[in-house]
Nanobody
Framework: QVQLVESGGGLVQAGGSLRLSCAASKRTSSSTSYNYIMGWFRQAPGKEREFVASISWSGERTNYADSVKGRFAISRDNAKKSVYLQMNSLKPEDTAVYYC??????????????WGQGTQVTVSS
């Protein structure tokens, strides 16, 4: 079992930037290596949860939703057991609660079993 904690959300004006962080830690004594594909998802009020970005365990492969491609960048630091989402050129439609996920498929079509509590990102126009 993995515990995920997101941080870095907040209020920003359109065109601004935010950097989200997700710190992971094991909650059990399992010796399984922490090599999950990590991902970010978001959910706006009244809307379906949508995939944002994913990154392979090594960080060498990334994938992005078309809506954020070219504006967002996902990265990870396995030594720190953290994954990040750099969000640039933010738009009001980016407003949502952002969740990190462990065990994401690279395609973003499937989410893993482990979720953080979410961090609110609000972009004002």
């Amino acid at each position: 079992q993995v515990q995920l904690v997101e941080s870095g959300g907040g209020l920003v004006q359109a065109g601004g930037s935010l950097r989200l962080s997700c710190a992971a830690s094991k909650r059990t004594s399992s010796s399984t290596s922490y090599n999950y594909i990590m991902g970010w998802f978001r959910q706006a009020p009244g809307k379906e949860r949508e995939f944002v970005a994913s990154i392979s365990w090594s960080g060498e492969r990334t994938n992005y939703a078309d809506s954020v491609k070219g504006r967002f960048a996902i990265s990870r630091d396995n030594a720190k057991k953290s994954v990040y989402l750099q969000m640039n050129s933010l738009k009001p439609e980016d407003t949502a609660v952002y969740y990190c996920n462990a065990g994401t498929s690279m395609s973003g079509n499937y989410a893993g079993a482990y979720w953080g509590q979410g961090t609110q990102v609000t972009v004002s126009s």
